[in-house]
């Protein structure tokens, strides 16, 4: 009995071994450091922030507009016959209506913002893309992980982060 346990142990410790030796190298990266240090990035946020900005201006100026609207017409409903107050209500959910589709037409999941926001960042993103792929390849990097999105990255040794090789490849210094 015994001796079947040093043999299942031995073979344990030889399959450790075996995979210890074979272990895969990896590496890590900060997207927020990469992306901190790119100049067209910190561009397209800014033109994002300007346009949402507009934008939830406009949302703002058709809920205001609604608001105003039902204000008055609660102060003046005693004025109004049925037909009077029928359309004024008609007016104002209209108004707000509409708020909510402009809304969902730039906020939502697929909306203007998104779009804008897609149409700005893929090309930084697939270039940074392109450049953890070839240092990768170059250095035999079977994985590359976003150690500042990577919630279960307990501990990284700061030598297996290649931000700043990354940030090199793409033309800027660190």
Known sequence: ???MKKILLTMV???VAVLG?????YALIDME?????IPAYERANEQLNQL???WQAEVEALSDQAESLYKQYQSQAVFYSEEQKAKKEEEIMQIEKNARELKRKYFDVDGELYKKRESLMSPILD???????SISEQAGYYMVIDR???QSVIFASPKADISNTVLQKLGYSN
Request: charged share 30%.
């Open 1 to 3: 009995m015994k001796s």
């Open 13 to 15: 410790l030889a399959t």
């Open 21 to 25: 030796a074979n272990a895969q190298k």
């Open 33 to 37: 450091y990469i992306l901190g240090k």
């Open 52 to 54: 949402s900005e507009k």
């Open 127 to 133: 270039e940074i893309y392109e450049a953890v792929k």
């Open 148 to 150: 500042s999105s990577a």
